[in-house]
């Protein structure tokens, strides 16, 4: 798979994500459970967000450099080991688990990647 498509991915799943809460915090929570701390939802939110339009900003100008696939990596990761750990502890539902799963699909996306567009340097 080529990197500006894994960032394109990677970035409209984080983007779809990230607002979510804050664009409609009562269906997220219906899917993911009652949150205690709206502000460290809508900060995490925000986050993931902004990591998400950069990947979508840098898949439609040729691919993102390596720092930038480091971050989406590094962030896939941070996220779905997360997930599969508080919901191992009953902190957050079963439902997450489907996120460590995305998550965990776009990083095998990376590692299959190629070349693509001028930033073909190697992850």
């Known amino acids: ?5 894994v960032a394109l991915v990677q970035g409209t799943y984080f983007a779809a994500t990230g607002v979510w809460p804050l664009v409609h915090m009562r269906s997220f929570e219906a899917i993911t459970g009652r949150k205690r701390d709206h502000w460290l939802v809508n900060t995490v939110g925000l ?4 990591v998400g339009t950069a990947l979508v900003v840098s898949a439609r100008r040729g691919g993102p450099s390596a720092d930038l696939r480091g971050v989406a990596l590094g962030t896939a990761l941070a996220l779905a080991a997360v997930d599969v750990y508080y919901v191992a502890r009953g902190r957050i539902r079963p439902i997450y688990l489907a996120d460590a799963v995305a998550e965990l699909a ?3 996306a990376w590692a299959s990647t190629t070349s693509s567009g001028s930033h073909g340097d190697a992850v």
């Open 47 to 50: 986050l993931v967000g902004v």
């Open 106 to 108: 776009l990083v095998a």
């Open 1 to 5: 798979m080529r990197k500006d498509t």
